[in-house]
Every structure is written in structure tokens, then in C-alpha cells.
């Protein structure tokens, strides 16, 4: 019996010598060792020896002076890593490409299609209030987009709602007992007031928010208009909703914008820019399995950096 105990005791030391400590100790120093770089995390670093970030990670970027990953499900939350799970044939797949579009779309000239949309949606209420009513009867997730797409826009309607008191009442008997009104339940009573004139006055943002929210209906009003068909990765989530690599035709659907913002920043001639750029797309391109299958990518991260150190040596003194 005493035999049999220490032979098994053995066993559950031995295991868990070899398993849980002589085994991870190898790995993590063959790791260190070999792949030094790989299993530190693949970290990132500036001219100044800063850790800007992971090449294995996407993160947002917002200035118009840099390329923009995937759309991510978790908004970049490396401890949130998922995707949406939207199939072709749901409709929520259809809306959020929409909103996608209407900040990534543009004309075959080059010239983003944004400005344009926001400029006809602010046109539009301008002349006739209530057009926003037919609008946000064709999307009833209309008011929710608006409000979400811009911080200054919910400010506004909780501040539009202590001023109004009695809408929100009347809102409040029509829930259930105890709810309390939500930011886009505060939008829409925002929208009925505002398309029945008694309210007039619309939160200044930097349009975004219209070109995001208000695309459908300008879609719908322009259905004509030449413009340059949008690569799938631009508008559509990866799996994980971290994927840091685009396709390189997505980097170079962006490449009028970016490397306009950088010409007017620095105060360059566009054509030289956009020409430094584009060769910086293809230098930092590569292919999936040596290219044996895929297209190729381009680390979004990796690419805004070389774009960023690039453009602070053109012009002497620059920051």
C-alpha cells in the first residue's frame, strides 16, 4: 500500500516538475533566446525608443494624416479580442457597412465623399426640418447612430433634455415602470422635436457624426454619383476585431487622403508626397505564406510609423 502511495506521489511530482516548470522554462527560454523580439510581444518602438504599440494588435487612428485599420467589433480591445458574427444576409451587417462608408467613401476624382454629405445633411434640415421624420422613419436606428458617433452630440441631448422636461415625461409613460431614457431614447425625442420645429438649434460637431449616421439618406438621394468602389477589408471586421494588417489596395484607397493631410501639414508639393508615400505602401508590403496565398497586407501600424518619420525629415526642424 505505502508503495503504491509513494510511487504515485512520485508521479504527481515528477508531472508537475517536468510539465508545469522544466517544460514552460525551456519554452520561455528558447523564446527569449531565439525569438527574443516574438515574445516580448512583438512591441513597437519610435525615434525615442517609445513603445508606440504591437505589430500583432490594431489600434484606431483618427488623424487624417494616417492610414485606418479594419473596423473592429471591440472597438481595439485587446481583452475584448472577438467579432461580430454578423452573416451576409443579416441586416446589422448592412447598417454598420453603411456607416463605415459614408467616412471611407469617395469620388473616382479622389475627393472623400464625407464633407459632401455632411454639407447636404446640414442643407437639407436647413430648408426643411422635417425631412429628419421620413428619414428617421426609412432608419429607426437613425437617432442611436447620431448620438453614439460623437460625444458632443449626447452632451447635447442630455443638456436638450433638462430643458425639456415634458418630452421626456411623456416618454417616461409610455415605458416601463422605473426605465430610465436612454442617450438614443433622448436622440429620438430630440429628432421629433426638432423636425416639428419646436426645437431649432442642431450641435456643432466636425460632421463626422452626419457623414457616419446620415449616409443612407444621402446614398439614397445620390445613387448616381461616380465613385470608386471601396475594398471589402475597409468596411468589413475581422474575426478578431484585431487584425493589424490591410489589404494594400485598402492602404492605397487611402493614400489621397493621407498623403494630402501631409502635403498641407508640411507644407509640400502633393505630388511629392503622395509619391514618398506610395512607395512606402509598397516597401513594407508582403505576402501571406511567401505569397502562396492571399493578397498582399501591410501592417497598418508599421506602415503609419515609417509615413510619420518620413514626413518629420522633409521639412528641417520639424517635430
Known amino acids: ?46 525615434a525615442q525608443g517609445n513603445v508606440v504599440g ?5 489600434q484606431p487612428f483618427r488623424d487624417a494624416r494616417y492610414f485606418q485599420p479594419r473596423p473592429s467589433a471591440v472597438s481595439y480591445n485587446a481583452a475584448a479580442t472577438g467579432g461580430s458574427n454578423w452573416g451576409a444576409n443579416n441586416p446589422n451587417l448592412r447598417k454598420r457597412v453603411l456607416k463605415q462608408l459614408g467616412l471611407v ?30 428619414w428617421h422613419e426609412v432608419t429607426p436606428d437613425l437617432s442611436a447612430w447620431w448620438v453614439a458617433a460623437d460625444s458632443a452630440n449626447d452632451e447635447f441631448v442630455t443638456k436638450w433634455a ?43 460637431t466636425n460632421g463626422e457624426d452626419l457623414q457616419s449616421a446620415f449616409f443612407e439618406a444621402w446614398w439614397n438621394a445620390h445613387a448616381d454619383a461616380d465613385v470608386e468602389k471601396v475594398p471589402s477589408d475597409l468596411v468589413m471586421a475581422s474575426g478578431c476585431g484585431l487584425d493589424p494588417d490591410i489589404t494594400v489596395k485598402g492602404a492605397k484607397y487611402q493614400l489621397e487622403r493621407v498623403s494630402a493631410a501631409w502635403a498641407e ?3 509640400r508639393d502633393p505630388a511629392t508626397v503622395r509619391q514618398t508615400i506610395e512607395k512606402l505602401i509598397d516597401e513594407h508590403a508582403h505576402a501571406p505564406l511567401g505569397g502562396v496565398a492571399g493578397v498582399p497586407l501591410v501592417n497598418v501600424l508599421e506602415l503609419n510609423i515609417a509615413v510619420r518619420d518620413a514626413m518629420q525629415g522633409t521639412t528641417a526642424g520639424a517635430n
Open 54 to 58: 504591437s505589430r500583432l494588435i490594431a
Open 1 to 46: 500500500m505505502n508503495a503504491h502511495v509513494r510511487a504515485n506521489l512520485w508521479l504527481l511530482v515528477l508531472t508537475i516538475a517536468i510539465g508545469a516548470v522544466a517544460y514552460p522554462a525551456m519554452l520561455l527560454g528558447v523564446g527569449r533566446v531565439l525569438f527574443a523580439e516574438k515574445a516580448e510581444g512583438s512591441l513597437l518602438k519610435d
Open 265 to 267: 501639414a508640411r507644407q
Open 162 to 204: 433638462s430643458e425639456h422636461p415634458d418630452d421626456v415625461a411623456k416618454w417616461r409613460a409610455g415605458a416601463e415602470e422605473g426605465a430610465e431614457a436612454t442617450a438614443a431614447d433622448l436622440a429620438g425625442l430630440f429628432f421629433a422635436s426638432y423636425a416639428n420645429g419646436q426645437s431649432t438649434t442642431w450641435p456643432e
Open 105 to 134: 467613401l469617395k469620388y473616382r476624382s479622389g475627393e472623400p465623399v464625407g464633407p459632401d454629405v455632411a454639407s447636404w445633411v446640414r442643407e437639407q434640415l436647413r430648408a426643411n426640418p422635417k425631412v429628419l421624420a421620413q
